[in-house]
Antibody, heavy 120, light 109 residues
Framework: EVQLLESGGGLAQPGGSLRLSCAAS????????MSWVRQAPGKGLEWVSA????????FYADSVKGRFTISRDNSNNTLYLQMNSLRAEDTAAYYC?????????????WGQGTLVTVSS | SYVLTQPPSVSVAPGKTARITCGGD??????VHWYQQKPGQAPVLVIY???DRPSGIPERFSASNSGNTATLTISRVEAGDEADYYC????????????FGNGTKVTVL
């Protein structure tokens, strides 16, 4: 059974930093691309960042490029999102999602999410 | 960036059919995926590759994609189908790479 468990969310001040983690199990982590997708309160889904299985390729939405860094530790089956220079508009639930990169790209499993609140 | 447009809400009586549209420029040339999100829960994949169902998703869920509109159809709607539904595409020439529709709230009357 695929399991994705996010942690690291909480309250941060504008301009501050947080590091999110996602512990994965139930599949071959190193073979799977992964993403972070966020959802602001009462709003829709917004893709944030993706990383290939090897970690050699990373992708970012323009809204977070230069501020957020995605990475992974395949030896510990863990995905990370380092978030710097946080803004109020980064307030959201952040979901870790396993991806399928065959023919087309989509998200086949999602974690339960971790809430990030950016406020002074 | 590529834009996907969904109706904000759809209402349907139990046992009837709900159709949720997802509009995009020549979306028929892309591959569309659909997610269901119930209140307080994470999204769940219900359709991938335009019309395929993951294991565990009822046959009542079907979808199509052509021209400028993709459609998710829920037949014989049940109370448990009440949720937000999102379409999604991958556009390698766009940023963001992965685009979601704005979401449709399905209300079972």
């Amino acid at each position: 059974e695929v399991q994705l468990l996010e942690s690291g969310g909480g309250l941060a001040q504008p301009g501050g930093s947080l590091r999110l983690s996602c512990a994965a199990s139930g599949f071959t982590f190193s073979s799977s691309a992964m993403s972070w997708v966020r959802q602001a309160p009462g709003k829709g889904l917004e893709w944030v960042s993706a990383i290939s299985g090897s970690g050699g390729s990373t992708f970012y939405a323009d809204s977070v490029k230069g501020r957020f860094t995605i990475s992974r530790d395949n030896s510990n089956n863990t995905l990370y999102l380092q978030m710097n220079s946080l803004r109020a508009e980064d307030t959201a639930a952040y979901y870790c999602a396993k991806m399928v990169w065959v023919r087309a790209h989509y998200f086949d499993y999602w974690g339960q999410g971790t809430l990030v609140t950016v406020s002074s | 960036s590529y834009v996907l447009t969904q109706p904000p809400s759809v209402s349907v009586a139990p046992g009837k059919t709900a159709r949720i549209t997802c509009g995009g420029d020549n979306i028929g040339s892309k591959t569309v995926h659909w997610y269901q999100q119930k209140p307080g829960q994470a999204p769940v994949l219900v359709i991938y590759y335009d019309s395929d169902r993951p294991s565990g998703i009822p046959e009542r869920f079907s979808a199509s994609n052509s021209g400028n509109t993709a459609t998710l159809t829920i037949s014989r709607v049940e109370a448990g189908d009440e949720a937000d539904y999102y379409c999604q595409v991958w556009d390698r020439s766009s940023n963001p790479l992965y685009v979601f529709g704005n979401g449709t709230k399905v209300t079972v009357l």
